[in-house]
């Protein structure tokens, strides 16, 4: 089983967590620009359901690697404590602006821009997302995140105390519901 831990950070302190943890940083592979198209329907169903249930959600998006044009779908499911990830090459020239899935029909409501690394820390694996741009998909809309994200993925149980080694609280963070709060809900 594989247990997830997001941490927010502001630059200073990835900095400080940087320079502090530096010998127990080791890179896994080279990193990656990634662009993520999440959709949602009219009524934004997916995203009230992110914000409001722990189980019986899903997240649909299509992401793209170092601007390369070739897109990957991916779909979250969490069901019944579980959660399933589904990825599938579509090799696109382009992003559909329309889905339908699971009796939906989902348009692309946000594209969220990062910067991702990724590291071995301690037992853990560890991606750090910086350079968080959220903007709408046809009006001139952007906002930047002021945050960076720190997640530590665990797998079976091995170094859960990941707390004493950092002086910040883990949070629940999205950037799919980062990204539809501040582009449609903000103002």
Known sequence: MRKEFKFKLNNHQLNNFLLTFNSELNILHKPNKIKSIYYDTCYFE?????ISKDINKFKYRIREYN????????????QNQKLKFT???????TYPDQIFF????LKSKSIVDFNREYFKFFESRMTI????????PTKNIKFN???????????????????????FNPEKFSK????????????
């Open 176 to 187: 799919f519901e980062s990204s539809i709060f501040n582009i449609y809900l903000a103002n």
């Open 67 to 78: 601007g390369n044009s070739r897109y990957y779908k991916e779909i979250k499911i969490s």
């Open 46 to 50: 997916i995203y009230k359901a992110s």
């Open 145 to 167: 995140e002021q945050y960076n994200i720190v997640e530590m993925k665990l797998h079976n149980q091995v170094f859960t105390d990941i707390e004493r080694f950092l002086p």
């Open 102 to 105: 699971n009796q939906y029909s």
């Open 129 to 136: 997302d910086t350079n968080i741009i959220y903007s709408h």
């Open 87 to 93: 990825m599938e090459d579509q090799y696109l020239n």
